[in-house]
Structures are given as structure tokens and as C-alpha cells.
């Protein structure tokens, strides 16, 4: 495969970046997505983030941008869209989520701050687990009047909470060291639906 | 001989007839058989021992020893075929004797022959191993006499009976009886079927055990528990002393645990529940020495432990529960530690004089003798002070309840009590604080309730209070009691700075109108007080306070002063009309007091603008003035509670015995709920650096650690203090991970240092 014209990319990001700086800023994401036919909550979009590094969300800085479509073997629009479906089998591979999940945290916090809001993170969690969490209609609505912020260690450990079998919970040992949140969610859930989760 | 024929006498040589005589066997044996059945017949007289032994010994030299032995034992076999009638003839009033004196006769018998036959025994006995003499009588004695059909049932039978009648009460003969059992004893064979004693010893075992059954079915459905008890304890002797006298079987325990299977283990609980009269009732009425033999029992068989610990600690559970439900208790710390104390004495008594068995022998050197050392039983011992702990850590209250206790007594006993009664006190206290999990708890409520003794301005004793402190220290250690040191130094360094300060003023009588003025002066933090907005002071007192920091601040630069009204006292001379009274009072009493000086009534919120007192303090204030024991301020309209639009007024009316009045003491009180909730609020506060202290000082010994090892010990590092709730722990190490002291390890259950 002949190596990806990096100039083609220049222009590329010259399309979509700020009028004053030198990033693609949150309106140049939304044409660059409306121009991949790719809705902005799919989750492929922070695969992409995931693949270019980005460091913080709705932003692409000039190397991110250019260095990691490179990296992807990737120069135009065209091979872009392409990409995309290849970068959605890629997480499929649970150790590649993974990777993938404990870094959408790193990338959608405030660099300020060392926790995530609970509203993105109840966004994100939408986005990011559907499909792979039975419980997660329960957990959102747990989270609804519980807590003001996620920390990364809750964060990460969701995951794996996760991947527990989970129709029945009976593996859950909550004097194991699971984070306080997650223990919390188990014991409301068992409240709330005592027939569904008799462990 | 010699006859006579001519001159010539021939001398012939004696010929004797040795013939190899076939039948001089059969007549030696003949003859020693009349010889044997002579014997068996104790006709021994005409009988000549060297005759006798010569036969034998040709006989065998002869090679006849087969037909001397197999002649032997068939002769036995005949006589005793004839003893087994003859014995099997009597009655059974006689049976038992006869069969004892065969056996004696027997044996002398068998000496007898053993003593004729004794060659035989050495050379062909040895040489064909055959059975020697005496054993063989013995063997057939068993085959023949003992094991006949004629015999061996009525003999078994017979004894059993005896012994069941002994059992019954009366009178057997012990001598017969330890004979025949002796006898079943020799005569036990190793050969299946020759186990005559084995059978015996079954057989005994099974009436033992049938009696027993019986004896328990009647002794329980007639007697109270501590005389049933008592009755097997007689059994059990009895059983013993016949064991020693006649009943000499191979495995005395196990008739013993036949005994106690039947009578005790079998029916344990009923015993122990029996109403009106088992463990419980004995618990509650202190019936030391019948809960004595109950324990001596219980203790020697299966199960019997586990069941008295299981009720006593019911027992005492109950009871516990029943001070924890009673109102009256719940609300007067004095009674509900008071009747704790007591409780807890009493099982403890009960244990000491109860429940305590021998322990091996071990030598008492200074009186160079052997003693059995009695000890209390551990585990039941462990049982009361379990459940003491299961209590005292029900009871939210139990912390603050102990040292309200504590300040009382040292507050109005110990000024007579003698230094045993005290010492006694102070050692309860401090068992009930061991048992106690918020151990910090305590010390925050202990260290309220000192430090208000310390100022009520009355005479402490540092002596007393340093008693309980050392014991506190040995308990918890140092560091606890090194911030009371500064209470102490405090209150010294402030009769100093007094004294000072009176020196130093030019006019004592003018600069402070008269008042007499005491200040203690406290060290900021080591005293658990707020620091909170003075209440606004008259006149009068102002001046003095001026007075005193004008001389304090020369004293010591830098220094700032902050004045606590709420702790003060105030001693008041009171003019009503009908006389005067002295009357002490806080300090915030006599600010709303001298009010009045100067108005003749006031409305609530006047009285609140005026003295700048926050709602609670004020309310709380004007309820003991005005609707307490003595009413110095009536109030409208009259009731016991305080609101803000009650108005107030002097009571000239106002009469009491007694010129000297006590309205308040600063003194330790019970806790609000609010107060209550606010003191756990800085407790829990308090633990948690504590807390995350203890993770990582772990995890930096550690470096790597699992979850459940870590909260395991963090809660054996605290527990001195208080015992962590481990879902506090795993909030602390979130808190921790947060803060990137700690990360998870990739299995997840686990934690590493990060240096």
C-alpha cells in the first residue's frame, strides 16, 4: 500500500479547522461528520478519537489529525469512510475495548478536573454500552438521583462489573473491592427488583 | 533257695519278672485316674504324692504321654459333666454359691494334679505344645462347666439380677459377686466363643443401660431439675464405688459413659429447660451450687458444653435486652450503667463460683505440695463477656451513658468512698470500656465531661482523676492521655495568672466593683471546646475582663484571648423582699439575671437582643430560671416550655428555704439528639484520616496487597480505637486511588503503593 499523502491530509485538515486556530473545533467535527454520513453519537466517532490520540473532545489538533490518519493509512475522505467500518470490527475484540473504554474517560473529562460529571458520563455510557451491559437501563436510572460525579477507578471498574455474569448477580461478593458506587447499585437493584436478582 | 541234697547248696540268682507288662500302662493310668477323681472329690488324704508323681513320670518315660494327656482330659471332662448336674440341681437361692465353690474347688484340684503331672508338663506338654495341666482344667472348666447350657444363662442371669437389686437399693453380697465376676474374668478366652467375659461385659453394659433408661424416665417426670441432678450425681458415685468393689470390668469408663449417656446426655436439654426449676431459674436466683453439679455433669459429656453456653448466652440476652427496652433506664444514664454493672457482676459470680472444673495437678512450691487447680471454664467465661460486648455495642448510647456514670460518681461518691470502693468503680468503667467498639467515641465524651469538672470551679481531685487516666493510658495508650496533661497544666498555670493579676492591680476593690474574679485560662485545641461569640457582658463584668487582659497582655506578647462565657459561674447576691438569697448561677443566667436590674419585666426577644444568647442557649437558660425548681423569673404565660413570646419578669415572691441556691452547674449532662448526631458526625469525621492513615502505612510495609487482607487489617490496626465499618474503607481507598496513592492491580482485587 502506497504510503498516505501527507499533503492530501494538510488540505484535508484545512477544510475543517477553526477560522482562528489551529484545530478543528466542535463545528468543523459536526461537517466532517455530515460529510462521512456518520451520526455524532455513533460510537465510531470516538473510536476515531481513540485512533488519532485526541487529548480532549470535539478537538483535533494539527498533528492528531494528520499523524493519525496517516498512522490509519489513510489520505482522503473516501478512505476515511472506508476506515470507519474496519475501526468498528476493532472493538468487538474485548481487550481492544477495553483499551478503547478506559480511554473515552481520559478524553471526555475537563483537563482541570479529576472526575467526570454524571450526566456525560450517563451520555457516554449510553453510547459506549449499549448492547454490552444488560443492566444499563438500570444502572442510568440508578445514577438518575445518585451521585454528582464519576471517578476513573468507578469508571473503569464499571467495565469489568460489566462483563460479570450478570443475569442473576450471584457472583457479586460485596465484600470484595468493588468500588462503593458499584456495591451501592447492586443493593438498590436488589431492592428494587427482589424476584429478577435473588442471589 | 536252696535245697538240701547231699553236701552241696546252690545259690541261685534272685530273678524279678520285668515283663514288658502291655497291660502295666492301663493299670498305671487306672490307678492314676481312681487318683484324680479322689482329688476332684477333695480326698486328698489317701492319697500318696510320690506314688502318684512316680506313676506319671513312668508313664511318660514309657512314651505313653498321649494316653496320660488325652486320659486326663477325657477323665475331667466326665467329672465335670457330673459337677454341671449336681450345681445345675440347686435353686437358684443356692445357685450362685455353688458354682462359686466349684470354681474354688477346682482350682485347688487342678494344683493337685498339676503337682502329680508336673513331668508330663515339663517334657511332653513342651514338646508336642500341648496346653499345660492347669491351664487345660482351667479351659475345660470354661468348656464344660461354665459355657453348659445348664449353666452359663443362670449364672449371667444370676449376677445381673444381683446387681440390678443392688441398684434398686438393697443389700447383695459384694464378696460373691466380685468371686464369680473374677472368675468370668480368668476364664475369658481369646478363641471366638470362648469370650465368656466379653459377653458378660456386653450383657452388663446393656441392663446397665436399660436400668438407667428406666431410672431417668422416673427420677425426671417426678423431680425439679437441681434434685434430679443431684440423684444422678448419687448414681454416679454408687456405679463408681461398685466398679471399684466388684465390677471389675476391663473398660470402667465406658460403664460410667453408659450411665451418663442414659441418665444425663440423653435427656440434656430437658434437663436444662426444665421449667420453674432448669438453667434459667437457677441463673436468676443465683443457685451457685446446684448450677455447680449441673456443670460437673454437663462438662463430662458430649454436647453438654456447647448447651450451657448456648442458654447462658440467651439468658443473658434476654436480660439485657430487658435494661436496653426499659424507658426508665434508657433515659438515666446513672441506672442504665448501674444496672449493666450489676448484671454483668452477676454472671460473672456465677461463673467464678459455677462453672469451674480441676485442672491438672501442678505443685504449689511454697508449700511444696500437690494442689489441684480449680480454673473458671474459658470458653463460658468467653461466652458472658461476648455477650456483654453484643449488648454494650446495641446501645447507641452506651459511650456517653458510661462516662455520664463516671463523671457522677466521681463528682458526689468519691469524696467519702474509700480507695477499694473507688478502685472498684474505676475497674468496672473500664471493663465495660474494653468491651466497648467506639473506643473513640468515649474518649471524646470523657474528655467533655473532665474537662467541665476541671472548670466548675469546685474542688477536683487531680489524684482521682489521674487514677482512672493511668488506666485509660494502659488501656489505650499514651498518646490519648498526653493532650489531658496541657487540662491539667492549664487550670495550675491559671491560679498563677490569677494571683498575678490580683497583685497587680493598684485598687482591687475599685477596678473590679467589688467582684471577686477568677479566670482559667485554656490552651487552645487541647480543650474540647468550641470557640464561640461571648454573650454580651454587663458593664460590671466587662471591666474585669478588661482589667485582667490589660495585665494578662503585659504579661505574655502575642498572645490572644478569647472569652467563653458558656463555661462560666456566677455567684449572685439576690435582694427579694422577703431576704436575700445567694444564688449560683452560669454565667449566662446571671447575664439575663441582671437584667432585670434595670427592668421590671422583658419579652423573650428583648431578653435575646440584650445578652446576644443564640436561640437554643437562651431558651435553655430562661426554662431553668423561670420553670424549674426554683423560679427566680415568672413568666407568661406559665408552663414548662420556653417560647419567643413568653414575657418575663422578677419573682418578688420568690421565697426558699435555703440562703445559698445551686439554679445551675456547669455540669455534664445527657446529649440531645441533635447534640448526639453532631458529636457522631465529628467522631466519623475524626476516622477518617485515621482511616486512610492506617491504608497507607500498610500499603507502604506491604507495597501489594489483596482487598480483603487490607480491610482485615486496617480493622485489626484500629480496633483499639473503634472498629472501621469496611464499606468506610472502601471509600477511603477510592478516595486514595483518586488521589493516586494507590492503584488496582490488573486482577483487580487488589491494590499497589504507588511510591
Request: charged content about 30%; hydrophobic content about 35%.
Amino acid at each position: 500500500m502506497k504510503r498516505a499523502d501527507k499533503k492530501a491530509l494538510l488540505e484535508l485538515f484545512q477544510t475543517y479547522k477553526e477560522p482562528l486556530g489551529n484545530y478543528i473545533g466542535a463545528e468543523g467535527l459536526q461537517k466532517l461528520f455530515e460529510d462521512l454520513q456518520v451520526d455524532p453519537s455513533d460510537i465510531v466517532t470516538l473510536v476515531l478519537a481513540w485512533k488519532l490520540r485526541a487529548s480532549s473532545t470535539c478537538e483535533f489538533t494539527e498533528t492528531e489529525f494528520v499523524e493519525g490518519l496517516a498512522n490509519l493509512q489513510v489520505d482522503s475522505l473516501e478512505k476515511l469512510k472506508r476506515k470507519l467500518s474496519s475501526l468498528r470490527k476493532e472493538i468487538e475484540d474485548p481487550s481492544k475495548f477495553k483499551a478503547f473504554y478506559q480511554f473515552v474517560f481520559q478524553y471526555s473529562k475537563e483537563p482541570s478536573q479529576r472526575s467526570l460529571p454524571a450526566e456525560t458520563a450517563m451520555a457516554l455510557w449510553d453510547i459506549l454500552l449499549r448492547g454490552r451491559f444488560s443492566l444499563l437501563d438500570s444502572w442510568l436510572e440508578f445514577l438518575k438521583n445518585n451521585t454528582h460525579s464519576i471517578s476513573k477507578d468507578t469508571w473503569n471498574l464499571l467495565y469489568d462489573f460489566s462483563q460479570l455474569s450478570e443475569t442473576d448477580l450471584s457472583d457479586y461478593d460485596d465484600n470484595g473491592a468493588w468500588p462503593v458506587l458499584i456495591d451501592d447499585f447492586v443493593k438498590w437493584l436488589k431492592k428494587e427488583q427482589p424476584n429478577k436478582h435473588e442471589s | 533257695m536252696s535245697r538240701r541234697l547231699g553236701s552241696r547248696v546252690l545259690i541261685l540268682p534272685f530273678k524279678h519278672s520285668v515283663q514288658a507288662d502291655p497291660k502295666y500302662a492301663e493299670r498305671t493310668w487306672d490307678s492314676l485316674k481312681e487318683a484324680i477323681k479322689e482329688i476332684c472329690k477333695h480326698n486328698t488324704g489317701v492319697l500318696s504324692y510320690e506314688e502318684l508323681y512316680r506313676n506319671a513320670y513312668n508313664l511318660v518315660l514309657h512314651k505313653h504321654g498321649d494316653m496320660l494327656y488325652n486320659g486326663l482330659e477325657d477323665c475331667l471332662t466326665e467329672l465335670l459333666d457330673q459337677v454341671v448336674r449336681q450345681v445345675a440341681a440347686h435353686t437358684d437361692s443356692s445357685f450362685l454359691e455353688k458354682v462359686k465353690q466349684e470354681w474354688e474347688w477346682h482350682k485347688v484340684s487342678m494344683i493337685h494334679i498339676r503337682d502329680i503331672l508336673m513331668y508330663m508338663d515339663r517334657t511332653y506338654v513342651a514338646a508336642k505344645r500341648k496346653t499345660p495341666v492347669y491351664d487345660l482344667g482351667l479351659a475345660l472348666f470354661r468348656k464344660v462347666f461354665i459355657k453348659s447350657t445348664l449353666i452359663y444363662e443362670r449364672l449371667v442371669n444370676g449376677i445381673l439380677g444381683l446387681v440390678e437389686l443392688e441398684r434398686k437399693g438393697e443389700e447383695v453380697n459384694r464378696q460373691l459377686l466380685a468371686s464369680l465376676i473374677t472368675m468370668l474374668r480368668d476364664l475369658n478366652g481369646e478363641q471366638e466363643g470362648e469370650e465368656i467375659f466379653y459377653d458378660f461385659e456386653r450383657r452388663l453394659l446393656k441392663e446397665t443401660a436399660d436400668f438407667y433408661y428406666e431410672e431417668a424416665q422416673l427420677q425426671l417426670s417426678i423431680c425439679s431439675c437441681p434434685v434430679y441432678l443431684r440423684r444422678v450425681e448419687q448414681r454416679l458415685v454408687e456405679e463408681q464405688d461398685r466398679i471399684q468393689s466388684y465390677l471389675c470390668v476391663n473398660s470402667p469408663s465406658e460403664l460410667i459413659k453408659v450411665v451418663q449417656d442414659e441418665l444425663v446426655t440423653r435427656h440434656m436439654e430437658t434437663i436444662v429447660d426444665m421449667e420453674n426449676s432448669g438453667f434459667v431459674h437457677l441463673v436468676r436466683n443465683d443457685c451457685t451450687q446446684d448450677l455447680a453439679i449441673m456443670y460437673n455433669l454437663f462438662h463430662k459429656v458430649q454436647g453438654g458444653d456447647e448447651l450451657l453456653r448456648s442458654r447462658l448466652k440467651k439468658e443473658i440476652h434476654t436480660q439485657a435486652s430487658l435494661i436496653l427496652n426499659d424507658v426508665d433506664n434508657r433515659d438515666d444514664p446513672i441506672r442504665w450503667v448501674e444496672a449493666v454493672i450489676c448484671l454483668r457482676q452477676k454472671y460473672m459470680n456465677i461463673v467464678d463460683d459455677a462453672f469451674c472444673h480441676e485442672q491438672s495437678a501442678s505443685r504449689n512450691t511454697s508449700m511444696d505440695a500437690w494442689s489441684l487447680d480449680t480454673c473458671v471454664d474459658k470458653k463460658l467465661l468467653q461466652t458472658v463477656n461476648d455477650s456483654f460486648e453484643w449488648f454494650l455495642n446495641q446501645f447507641v448510647r452506651t459511650s456517653e451513658y458510661l462516662s455520664l456514670y463516671l463523671d457522677h460518681r466521681i463528682r458526689t461518691d468519691f469524696r467519702n468512698a474509700s480507695e477499694a470502693e473507688m478502685e472498684n468503680c474505676f475497674e468496672q468503667v473500664i471493663l465495660l470500656f474494653r468491651a466497648v467498639r467506639d473506643k473513640d467515641l468515649f474518649e471524646r465524651y470523657y474528655k467533655q465531661h473532665l474537662a467541665k469538672r476541671l472548670l466548675s470551679g469546685r474542688n477536683f481531685s487531680e489524684d482521682i482523676e489521674r487514677i482512672f487516666i493511668e488506666k485509660l493510658k494502659s488501656e489505650c495508650g499514651y498518646q490519648f492521655t498526653s493532650k489531658l496533661e496541657v487540662m491539667f497544666t492549664d487550670i495550675r498555670t491559671s491560679a498563677e495568672e490569677v494571683e498575678a493579676f490580683r497583685t497587680a492591680l493598684d485598687d482591687p476593690q475599685s477596678s473590679l466593683n467589688g467582684i471577686e474574679f477568677q479566670v482559667n485560662v485554656l490552651t487552645t485545641g487541647c480543650w474540647p471546646i468550641r470557640n464561640q461569640p461571648a454573650a454580651r457582658l454587663p458593664l460590671e463584668m466587662q471591666r474585669c475582663c478588661q482589667a485582667f487582659e490589660k495585665i494578662y497582655f503585659a504579661r505574655h506578647s502575642g498572645r490572644l484571648l478569647s472569652w467563653q462565657t458558656s463555661l462560666g459561674n456566677v455567684e449572685l447576691r439576690a435582694h427579694f423582699p422577703s431576704r436575700r438569697h445567694e444564688l449560683q448561677v452560669s454565667t449566662h443566667q446571671a447575664i439575663i439575671l441582671l437584667l432585670f436590674n434595670h427592668h421590671d419585666e422583658l419579652s423573650f426577644r428583648q431578653i435575646q437582643e440584650e445578652t446576644g444568647l443564640p436561640q437554643n442557649e437562651l431558651i435553655r437558660c430562661l426554662k431553668s430560671l423561670a420553670c424549674g425548681k426554683y423560679r427566680i423569673l415568672c413568666k407568661e404565660p406559665k408552663g414548662k416550655e420556653v417560647v419567643d413570646t413568653d414575657m418575663f419578669s422578677f419573682h418578688s415572691k420568690f421565697t426558699c428555704k435555703l440562703v445559698r441556691i445551686k439554679v445551675a452547674n456547669i455540669m455534664a449532662e445527657k446529649e440531645t439528639e441533635e447534640e448526639k448526631r453532631e458529636t457522631q458526625g465529628r467522631v466519623d469525621d475524626d476516622r477518617k484520616p485515621q482511616i486512610e492513615a492506617a491504608i497507607v502505612r500498610i500499603m507502604k510495609a506491604r507495597r501489594y496487597l489483596d482487598h480483603n487482607n487490607l480491610v482485615s487489617e486496617v480493622i485489626s490496626q484500629l480496633q483499639t480505637h473503634f472498629v472501621p465499618e469496611p464499606a468506610e474503607i472502601k471509600r477511603r481507598i477510592e478516595s486514595l486511588i483518586e488521589r493516586e496513592f494507590l492503584e488496582r492491580d490488573n486482577n483487580q482485587r487488589s491494590y499497589r503503593y504507588i511510591a
